[in-house]
C-alpha cells in the first residue's frame, strides 16, 4: 500500500503542549498499513511505530524518506516525521504520504548570536513538544536524521528513555548527531570516519534509487563531461567552466558537454557558453535535469559538488567524479565526503579557491578526459563504495532496536 499525501501539521508558540488532538486524528492522519511486523530472530514488533525526526536537506530527508518505505513495506509499520518548515521535509514527507509534525527550532552553528539566541530560547519549547509527541505517538524507536528538528526529538526520547538510532550521511558529522551520537542506541552511517561519533556505529551506506546500481558503462570514446551543482546549479561551475569550454573542446577530441546549471542562471549560463567560441555541437546547458540515473549512464566523468547524496549516487553508478565542495557546507562537511571519495581512489578534489583561475579546472580535466584507463581506475573504486541494500539494512536494524535487540 502506498502512502497517501498528507498536509504538515504546524505548532507554533502558543500550541506547543496542546497536543490533545494528536490521538484523535491517528486514525486518519497516520493511516499507513499498519500490523505485526515479520519475525526477528524469532521475535515480533507489534505495531511497529517510528518517529522520524529532523532533514533540513536533501542528504538527510530523502534517505530517511526511502527507509520510511522500507519500514511500511517490510515491517507493515507506522511511521511519524518530526521536522522544520524551513526544511525540504516540509514539501517532501506530505508528497510522499507520510505525516508531518513541525516544530519551530533553528540553527546554531555558524549563525549570528541573535539567530543563536533565537535557537536556544525556542529550543526546550521544542523538546518540550517533542516529548509530547513522544507520549501520544508512542513510537518503540527515534530515528534521528540530522538537522534542525532532529536535536529536539532525539533529546525528548533519551529524556524518556525511548531507544534511539541516528543517521548520518556526511563523514563529518552535524551538530545534532555530534552531541547525542554517544547516546544513541545504534547509528547507521556512509562514511567509515563518522563511526567514531556514535555508539554502536555501522556503515550501512545511504539509501540510493535502484536505477543507479543498475547503469550499464558508456562506449568508450568519444568521452563525455556531465556537470552539475545540484537542484539550484553552482554559481562557480556556471561561471568557470564557459571560460575554458574552447579550450577544453580542443585538448579532448570528441568531447561533449552537457551543463546542469539551475532555473536562475540559465539564460546566462547559455548565454557564456555561446559567447565562448566552444563548438556549439559539442555542449549543452540545461537549467535542471529529469532523469539523474539515465545521465549517469551516459558520462564518462561527472564533475559536481559532494553532498551526500550526490557522493552515495555516484559510487551506486561507479561513476569517477571530479568533487568540487561547497565551501560554506556546514562543519565543511562536503569537503570529509570528498576526501573520502579521494582515499578511496574514486575522486579528484578541487577545492572553490583553485577554480579562481580558470586554468586549474582545464589542466585538472584534460589529463582524466584523456585517459580512459584512469577513468577505468577510478570507476572500479567507486563501485567499492557503494551500498545497494542500505534502507533494508536501516530498516531492518530500528525494528530490532525497537523489539530490543540491535544494539551489539
Not at 186 to 213: K, L, M, Q, Y
Not at 308 to 322: D, F, G, I, M, Y
Not at 360 to 368: A, E, G, V, Y
Not at 395 to 402: D, F, G, K, M, V
Request: charged residues 15%.
Amino acid at each position: 500500500m502506498t502512502p497517501r499525501a498528507c498536509a504538515p501539521l504546524q505548532l507554533g508558540h502558543t500550541d506547543l503542549l496542546r497536543w490533545g488532538s494528536l490521538r484523535s486524528m491517528r486514525a486518519d492522519r497516520f493511516a499507513l498499513p499498519r500490523g505485526t511486523s515479520q519475525a526477528l530472530k524469532g521475535d515480533s514488533v507489534p505495531h511497529l511505530r517510528v518517529l522520524i525526526a529532523g532533514g533540513g536537506t536533501g542528504g538527510h530527508i530523502i534517505p530517511a524518506l526511502a527507509v520510511a518505505r522500507e519500514l511500511v513495506s517490510r515491517f507493515q509499520a507506522e511511521v511519524l516525521f518530526v521536522g522544520t518548515a524551513r526544511g525540504m521535509e516540509s514539501r517532501l514527507v506530505p508528497t510522499a504520504g507520510f505525516p508531518l509534525m513541525l516544530i519551530r527550532v533553528g540553527p546554531l552553528n555558524r549563525v549570528s548570536l541573535a539567530t543563536r539566541l533565537r535557537t536556544l530560547s525556542d529550543l526546550p519549547r521544542s523538546i518540550i513538544a517533542c516529548r509530547q509527541m513522544i507520549h501520544e505517538f508512542q513510537p518503540q524507536v527515534v530515528f534521528g536524521v540530522g538537522g534542525y528538528a532532529s536535536g529536539p526529538a532525539m533529546a525528548a526520547a533519551l529524556l524518556l528513555k525511548v531507544p534511539t538510532m541516528a543517521f548520518e550521511p556526511n563523514a563529518m558529522p552535524g551538530l545534532a548527531n555530534r552531541l547525542i551520537g554517544k547516546r544513541v542506541q545504534a547509528a547507521a552511517v556512509n562514511f567509515p570516519a563518522a563511526t567514531r561519533w556514535f555508539r554502536h556505529a555501522e556503515v550501512t551506506g545511504i539509501p540510493v534509487r535502484s536505477e543507479f546500481f543498475s547503469i550499464d558503462s558508456p562506449p568508450l570514446s568519444p568521452p563525455h563531461l556531465l556537470v552539475f551543482g545540484g537542484s539550484q546549479g553552482a554559481r562557480l561551475f556556471n561561471q568557470t567552466l564557459p571560460q575554458i569550454a574552447a579550450a577544453l573542446f580542443k585538448a579532448v577530441p570528441g568531447l561533449t558537454l552537457l551543463h546542469q546549471c539551475g532555473a536562475q542562471h540559465f539564460e546566462s549560463t547559455r548565454a557564456a557558453f555561446e559567447q565562448s567560441g566552444a563548438d556549439p555541437a559539442r555542449w549543452q546547458v540545461l537549467p535542471f535535469l529529469d532523469d539523474m540515473p539515465a545521465r549517469f549512464a551516459q558520462a564518462h566523468l561527472v564533475m559536481a559538488r559532494s553532498g551526500a547524496s550526490t557522493v552515495a549516487e555516484l559510487a551506486a553508478a561507479a561513476k569517477p567524479s571530479l568533487l568540487i565542495p561547497f565551501a560554506a557546507a556546514a562543519d565543511n562537511h562536503q569537503l570529509r565526503n570528498a576526501e573520502s571519495m579521494v582515499s578511496a581512489g574514486a575522486a579528484i578534489l578541487l577545492q572553490e579557491e583553485a577554480l579562481a583561475t580558470p586554468d586549474n579546472l582545464l589542466q585538472t580535466l584534460i589529463p582524466l578526459l584523456t585517459s580512459p584507463q584512469t577513468l577505468a581506475t577510478m570507476s572500479r573504486a567507486a563501485a567499492t563504495q557503494a551500498h545497494l541494500d542500505a534502507a533494508e539494512r536501516i530498516a531492518t536494524r530500528l525494528a530490532q532496536i525497537a523489539s530490543g535487540q540491535g544494539t551489539a
